[in-house]
């Protein structure tokens, strides 16, 4: 029985997930060279510049890949080489109060330029990694993740 | 070991439940703790200020507020350290890619207007053709346009006189060989002023469009 309501949890949240995951457009691309993706819905795009990015979309650089994108709050963010990182959540509609910034960042290097967003309500910005969470007070920072202990 | 995994299903079904009642509600990644290091380090912004960041794991808190400033992770579990100022060459060697590949700031124009109109004043005139530059110096590919009007009048009337003016600020752009397709307009009548003020109130700086050229 508890096993049942496990299962038919798991498959309510998928749905309500899988809603969740509709895409808001966050953020424009303005600079990449070398190799650098986007992982849309399974698909591997390759990454030009002015290309949109949709919340849900991981970004990806090669060993020689660079990539910076705008988002919508004018949050500014960059990625080096053997990078990877996951635009988690954005919501930007100050009007009706609906604001939150999330990325995940699972590897590599990242400069990171807060915007509106964190201006307005700090608490709705997050920049997460394997092993930390950062809180960001309207600043410019840099972040590196080591990939689960292999070192460059 | 049947306890084991019923404790385990229900840690699973909390999880999800969790996740079912408050979609909204963001749950925050678990710092896994074996997870690779993390290092921030906190710089001064495109106008030399510094701000704040902390960084947080099962370890406990730490704040960084000075530039250069250093806060290490070296897991998900153990505690966070903080380190001295670096100096700028060993940014540059570990983030000197990143760096160059951060976009400028966005640049943020305020064209004022006359009293229940669309005419720029002439401050702002002036203002217009600094827009267009930024564009082209930019090689923008991403310009939002957003109306806005003061307190006085209706508020139908309002959100009609907010589009007119973001209407005709596109208009002129286009006009400057700016393409159609990478600007978005947006109006908010009187809805989202820059000074807050009673309704009613005539305000100048309220008759206003927003360009961001980004």
């Not at chain 1, 700090?122 to 840099?142: D, M, N, W, Y």
């Not at chain 2, 002023?193 to 009613?200: F, Q, S």
Request: glycine share 8%; with cysteine; hydrophobic share 40%.
């Amino acid at each position: 029985m508890r096993y049942f309501f496990g299962v038919l949890c798991l498959i309510l949240c998928l749905g309500t997930n899988a809603v969740a995951a509709s895409n808001e457009e966050a953020a424009i691309v303005k600079n990449c060279s070398g190799t650098a993706f986007i992982v849309r819905q399974q698909r591997t795009l390759t990454v030009k510049k002015s290309e949109r990015i949709y919340s849900g979309d991981l970004l990806r650089t090669g060993r020689d890949g660079t990539l910076g994108i705008i988002f919508k709050d004018n949050t500014i963010l960059s990625l080096g080489p053997r990078s990877e990182l996951l635009i988690e959540e954005f919501h930007f509609d100050p009007s009706r109060g609906k604001l939150s910034i999330v990325t995940r960042m699972l590897k590599g290097t990242a400069a990171y330029v807060s915007g509106v967003i964190a201006r307005l309500s700090p608490q709705s910005v997050r920049f997460e990694t394997p092993s930390a969470t950062i809180g960001i007070r309207g600043t410019k920072f840099l972040v590196k993740v080591e990939d689960g202990g292999e070192e460059e | 070991m049947k306890r084991a995994a019923v404790k385990a299903t229900s840690w699973v079904m909390l999880l999800f439940l969790g996740a079912c009642a408050v979609p909204e509600v963001k749950t925050e990644a678990v710092p896994v703790p074996d997870a690779g290091r993390t290092q921030v380090v906190l710089m001064p912004d495109q106008d030399g200020k510094v701000g704040e960041v902390t960084v947080r794991n099962r370890g406990g808190s730490r704040k960084i507020n000075q530039a250069g400033q250093m806060a290490e992770a070296k897991n998900g579990t153990s505690a966070i350290s903080t380190q001295a100022p670096l100096a700028e060459g060993d940014i540059n060697k570990v983030f000197g890619a990143a760096l160059a590949a951060l976009p400028k700031k966005p640049v943020i124009f305020i064209l004022y207007f006359k009293t229940d109109s669309t005419e720029l004043t002439e401050a702002s005139q002036t203002t217009l053709s600094s827009v267009h530059a930024a564009i082209s110096d930019r090689q923008s590919q991403d310009i939002s346009v957003i109306g806005h009007t003061d307190r006085t009048g209706e508020k139908s009337y309002n959100v009609a006189l907010s589009r007119s003016r973001a209407l005709k600020i596109k208009k002129f752009l286009i006009s400057k060989s700016v393409n159609p397709s990478i600007i978005e307009v947006d109006y908010h009548g009187e809805a989202d002023p820059l000074i807050k003020t009673p309704d009613g109130v005539a305000e100048p700086r309220n008759r206003r469009v927003e360009v961001t050229v980004r």
